[in-house]
């Protein structure tokens, strides 16, 4: 995924149509395509995060959602394309297959947060058994010196 570290959006939506549109007559199955079709979706759910970014800070999208409605086209053709060399099948595989992919980056991004929660009350916990522990050794000292003081 070399191309998609260096491209973002738009630009790597056409990229990855340029690649499929050229690669897909002398492709025998989709594995030679995978990246490219990943590249496809992965650019148009960075205009869709752009889009967000952008309205949340009061910016003008509509660069943005021009540029996803050419992602809608390219994404458009290269169905089509696919459509026509493996199937509708195919396609519906893949639209399958990319909804699973999203549903198990929420789901563990979800643990994540989970987890990353827990540590935190766990320290939190721990902050506060340690100042308590660290104030009643102190008293414990502090009564201990009055008591050997007046002596």
């Known amino acids: 995924m070399a191309v998609a570290e260096i491209l973002a959006g738009i630009a790597l939506v056409k990229k990855s149509a340029?690649?499929?549109?050229?690669?897909?007559?002398?492709?025998?199955?989709?594995?030679?395509?995978?990246?490219?079709?990943?590249?496809?979706?992965?650019?148009?759910?960075?205009?869709?995060?752009?889009?967000?970014?952008?309205?949340?800070?009061?910016?003008?999208?509509?660069?943005?959602?021009?540029d996803q409605k050419l992602a809608d086209e390219h994404i458009a053709e290269i169905k089509a394309l696919i459509i026509a060399r493996f199937g509708f099948y195919a396609w519906t595989d893949i639209i399958k297959l990319q909804k699973e992919a999203a549903f198990e980056e929420k789901q563990r991004q979800a643990l994540e947060r989970k987890t990353k929660q827990q540590k935190r009350e766990d320290m939190q916990e721990a902050a506060v058994v340690g100042g308590s522990l660290a104030v009643g050794i102190a008293l414990v000292l502090l009564v201990g010196f009055t008591v050997w003081a007046m002596q």
């Not at 025998?28 to 869709?48: H, P, R």
């Open 18 to 66: 340029e690649i499929i549109s050229k690669g897909l007559n002398a492709a025998q199955d989709m594995s030679s395509l995978a990246s490219q079709v990943d590249d496809l979706f992965e650019g148009k759910k960075q205009l869709k995060h752009q889009e967000r970014q952008e309205r949340a800070v009061g910016k003008s999208p509509t660069q943005t959602i021009i």
